[in-house]
C-alpha cells in the first residue's frame, strides 16, 4: 500500500473515531415519548328541526285533566353513526330536561316558568303516541349495532295534572337530545 493510501484510510478511520465520540453521548441519553388517547364507542349527529317550539298563549279555561293544548309536532334527525361493534350495549337517544311529575305524567318545565301545575309534555309519535319522560332512553338500533339514519316524529304541548292547581303566567321548557350507549 502507497503512503498515499495509508494516510487516506488513517484520516478516514481518524474522522470515523471523531465521528464516534462526539455521538457517544447522544447513545447513551435517553428520551420519553408519552401517548395518550381517548377511545371512543362512536357516535351519531343529532339535528332538531326546529330549536324553538313557541306554543303561543294558552287560555286557563282550555286545560283540563288528560289534555294536550297547542301540540306541535317536531322531528329529530340521527345521520352519520360511528363506530364499531358495541357488544352489549345499546345505541340510542336519551332524554332529559328539568320538571316534575303530576298525577303520573312527566312534565317538563323549568324553574323560571311563572305558571304553576302545568308543563310540557312530550309524546314520540308513532302508532302507540309513547309518553316520554326526562331519563328515558330511545333505542336506535339493536344492541351492538350502528344505527342507520333516521327520522324520530315527536309532538309537544301544554298539559296539567290534575289542572286542580294552575297558576298563569310564563312557562318555558329545555328538553335535551343526547347520544348515548345504554
Given at each position: 500500500m502507497s503512503l498515499i493510501s495509508l494516510c487516506r484510510s488513517a484520516d478516514q478511520l481518524g474522522i470515523l473515531l471523531i465521528a464516534l465520540?462526539?455521538?457517544?453521548?447522544?447513545?447513551v441519553s435517553a428520551t420519553e415519548l408519552k401517548f395518550a388517547a381517548k377511545i371512543v364507542p362512536?357516535?351519531?349527529t343529532l339535528k332538531l328541526d326546529k330549536s324553538v317550539?313557541?306554543?303561543?298563549?294558552?287560555?286557563?279555561?282550555?286545560l283540563h285533566?288528560?289534555?294536550?293544548?297547542?301540540?306541535?309536532?317536531f322531528t329529530l334527525n340521527v345521520a352519520g353513526c360511528t363506530g364499531g361493534k358495541r357488544g352489549s350495549l345499546t345505541p340510542g337517544v336519551n332524554i332529559t330536561g328539568?320538571?316534575?311529575?303530576?298525577?303520573?305524567?312527566?312534565?317538563?318545565?323549568?324553574?323560571e316558568s311563572e305558571a304553576t301545575g302545568v308543563g310540557i309534555i312530550l309524546h314520540q309519535s308513532g302508532d302507540n303516541k309513547k309518553e316520554v319522560a326526562s331519563g328515558d332512553n330511545i333505542a336506535l338500533a339493536k344492541p351492538g349495532e350502528i344505527p342507520a339514519d333516521q327520522d324520530l316524529s315527536?309532538?309537544?304541548?301544554?298539559?296539567c295534572?290534575?289542572?286542580?292547581?294552575?297558576?298563569?303566567?310564563?312557562?318555558?321548557?329545555?328538553?335535551?337530545f343526547q347520544f348515548d350507549y345504554r
Open positions: 465520540w462526539l455521538l457517544t453521548p447522544l447513545m362512536g357516535t351519531c317550539l313557541p306554543l303561543g298563549e294558552v287560555n286557563k279555561s282550555q285533566a288528560g289534555d294536550i293544548i297547542a301540540a306541535q309536532n328539568a320538571g316534575e311529575t303530576q298525577d303520573g305524567k312527566w312534565l317538563f318545565r323549568t324553574d315527536f309532538s309537544a304541548g301544554v298539559s295534572g290534575a289542572c286542580t292547581s294552575v297558576k298563569p303566567g310564563k312557562l318555558t321548557a329545555r328538553i335535551i
